[in-house]
């Protein structure tokens, strides 16, 4: 990295040799995906676990981030096309209380429906024919549908809420046309 720019900070290997989130830093929306920790990542912001608070999984993270409650969240706060690290910092995540049970089995749902959102990305990407993709396609928007639900029920959100929000959001995401374009989460890397 030094090789191209002078001023580049290239960091220590155990800080990209690690699973972790990335976050995109130039877009309009929130996005985020799982790299895990095969490969250096750079014009990302990365999210590293901090080794002083109880054992969250990242993937609980990344689910809430590629919410559509979180993006209604950023979209309206945040009128910029570059994430800042403030802002990241910023955003109000909800806490899970590990000690408990509900609150082991809320975050332990949301991981497990994030593990099945990146197994069948991964799966869909080395899909050669529509006749599969398809399908896939399908499978992926069942499962950001059911990752929202529990992200929604989480922040106490209401049905009246809900359909605000995702009414707000779909005004935001239409066509020029007027058509609603179709919603495509950065879960991938």
Known sequence: MRAHRSTARPGEAARFEQPKVIVKDTSKDLGATWEDGTHYVK???IVLPRPDLPTYDLKALLGILNSQAMRF???STFPTLHV???????LPL???DLASKSGRAA???LVALVDQRLELEATSRAARTDATKHPQATRIRSL???IDALVYKHYGLDTAA???LESALARTTAAPDGSSSA???????
């Open 43 to 45: 014009d990302v912001l």
């Open 73 to 75: 969240y950023y979209r």
């Open 84 to 90: 800042q690290t403030k802002e990241l910092a910023s």
């Open 94 to 96: 909800p806490r899970f």
């Open 107 to 109: 975050h332990d749902a």
């Open 144 to 146: 950001e549908r059911r």
């Open 162 to 164: 809900i359909e605000t």
């Open 183 to 189: 919603r495509q989460r950065p879960f991938p890397a």
